[in-house]
């Protein structure tokens, strides 16, 4: 699962922490031997190398194995929500599906997860160009009096290309001085037409790669987690026990919201809404794209991708499922 600021933060400030004082958090085939057969038997069905598994000493509640990183950390508060009190023997079915989880995600690699953080970026200059390439074609292929057509802030009239030459060319030949000012006035709000087209089209396109950016990564962030729920689905032991670890989550945000409703029933929503996220779910405060599914989305898609498995093992071996 993707891990909230403060989750992070804890991991940091326990790397700072002297190599000999990190090293008794660091569980090995050589210390848990039985925890760590089981987690390579893991990884040899998700496909990946053995991860390292750290345990950060920490009540905050999570688990995060980042993509390219080889390691999954679990917080001591973690371990004790699942009810895992040792690692010295196998992890139960929660953890395992757990683990699962993550190993998806460092399986995503860092390639992806560069692409997640900068495509974005990335896209901005790429969507710019394509704008500036499709105004450009529409200008050339538009008639100049009807692409330049505009509305004089002075003037309830609108003044073509065509005209203001034609103005133009009757000023110079000097057939009619009295239309100088007039033409200044269709020269100057034509440049100023000109400046408005040419920093839109850019900020149309900046608009455009930023945006579209933004969503494509948020699409590629939400999939990496539902992803990883399908993996944790398919190589546990008990399906039915993650989707209800994800429903039991649910349940637990849910109670957590009313508690803090009931603890300060005196403040205004909005109020309660602040101190509900600032307090209580960090996750969601630091997640401004939205872009970590909520367990309850999570669990919805989990039962319906159980679900697709059952009906494709019922298909080929319909007696084993009745």
Same mark, same amino acid.
């Given at each position: 699962?993707?891990?909230?600021?403060?989750?992070?933060d804890e991991i940091q400030a326990f790397l700072r922490r002297p190599l000999k004082e990190i090293q008794k958090y660091i569980i090995t085939a050589d210390t848990h031997p039985?925890?760590?057969?089981?987690?390579?038997?893991?990884?040899?069905?998700?496909?990946?190398?053995?991860?390292?598994?750290?345990?950060?000493?920490?009540?905050?509640?999570?688990?995060?194995?980042g993509p390219g990183t080889g390691t999954i950390f679990l917080t001591e508060g973690f371990l004790n929500m699942l009810g895992q009190k040792t690692l010295e023997t196998a992890?139960?079915?929660?953890?395992?599906?757990?683990?699962?989880?993550?190993?998806?995600?460092?399986?995503?690699?860092?390639?992806?997860?560069?692409?997640?953080?900068?495509?974005?970026?990335?896209?901005?200059?790429?969507?710019?160009?394509?704008?500036?390439?499709?105004?450009?074609?529409?200008?050339?292929?538009?008639?100049?009096?009807?692409?330049?057509? /505009? !509305?004089?802030? @002075?003037?309830? *009239?609108?003044?073509?290309?065509?005209?203001? $030459?034609?103005? &133009?060319?009757?000023? #110079?030949?000097?057939?009619?001085?009295?239309?100088?000012?007039?033409?200044?006035?269709?020269?100057?709000?034509?440049?100023?037409?000109?400046?408005?087209?040419?920093?839109?089209?850019?900020?149309?396109?900046?608009?455009?790669?930023?945006?579209?950016?933004?969503?494509?990564?948020?699409?590629?962030?939400?999939?990496?987690?539902?992803?990883?729920?399908?993996?944790? /689905? !398919?190589?546990? @032991?008990?399906? *039915?026990?993650?989707?209800?670890?994800?429903? $039991?989550?649910? &349940?637990?945000?849910? #109670?957590?919201?009313?508690?803090?409703?009931?603890?300060?029933?005196?403040?205004?929503?909005?109020?309660?809404?602040?101190?509900?996220?600032?307090?209580?779910?960090?996750?969601?405060?630091?997640?401004?794209?939205?872009?970590?599914?909520?367990?309850?989305?999570?669990?919805?898609?989990?039962?319906?991708?159980?679900?697709?498995?059952?009906?494709?093992?019922?298909a080929i071996h319909p007696a084993a499922i009745l």
């Amino acid at each position: 699962m993707a891990a909230p600021k403060d989750t992070l933060d804890e991991i940091q400030a326990f790397l700072r922490r002297p190599l000999k004082e990190i090293q008794k958090y660091i569980i090995t085939a050589d210390t848990h031997p039985v925890f760590m057969r089981h987690v390579e038997g893991i990884a040899g069905q998700v496909g990946i190398e053995c991860p390292r598994i750290v345990v950060v000493p920490t009540p905050l509640v999570n688990a995060a194995g980042g993509p390219g990183t080889g390691t999954i950390f679990l917080t001591e508060g973690f371990l004790n929500m699942l009810g895992q009190k040792t690692l010295e023997t196998a992890p139960d079915k929660k953890l395992e599906m757990v683990l699962a989880h993550e190993m998806s995600h460092i399986k995503d690699g860092a390639g992806k997860m560069l692409a997640g953080m900068y495509l974005p970026w990335m896209a901005l200059p790429v969507a710019g160009a394509a704008a500036v390439y499709l105004y450009d074609k529409m200008h050339r292929h538009h008639d100049a009096g009807e692409v330049c057509q /505009i !509305k004089l802030k @002075r003037a309830l *009239e609108q003044t073509t290309q065509e005209e203001l $030459d034609g103005l &133009r060319d009757q000023y #110079e030949a000097g057939k009619d001085a009295a239309c100088e000012k007039h033409w200044k006035d269709c020269e100057q709000a034509l440049a100023w037409q000109h400046q408005l087209w040419t920093g839109g089209k850019y900020l149309a396109g900046a608009a455009l790669g930023l945006g579209g950016g933004l969503m494509l990564s948020r699409h590629l962030a939400r999939s990496a987690e539902f992803r990883a729920d399908r993996m944790a /689905i !398919k190589i546990g @032991r008990d399906a *039915e026990a993650y989707i209800e670890f994800l429903e $039991d989550a649910t &349940r637990q945000l849910s #109670e957590l919201w009313h508690e803090t409703n009931r603890r300060a029933p005196g403040g205004s929503f909005s109020q309660r809404v602040q101190d509900f996220v600032e307090t209580e779910l960090k996750l969601i405060k630091n997640d401004t794209m939205h872009a970590h599914p909520h367990p309850s989305e999570r669990a919805v898609h989990a039962r319906a991708y159980l679900n697709r498995l059952l009906q494709a093992e019922q298909a080929i071996h319909p007696a084993a499922i009745l």
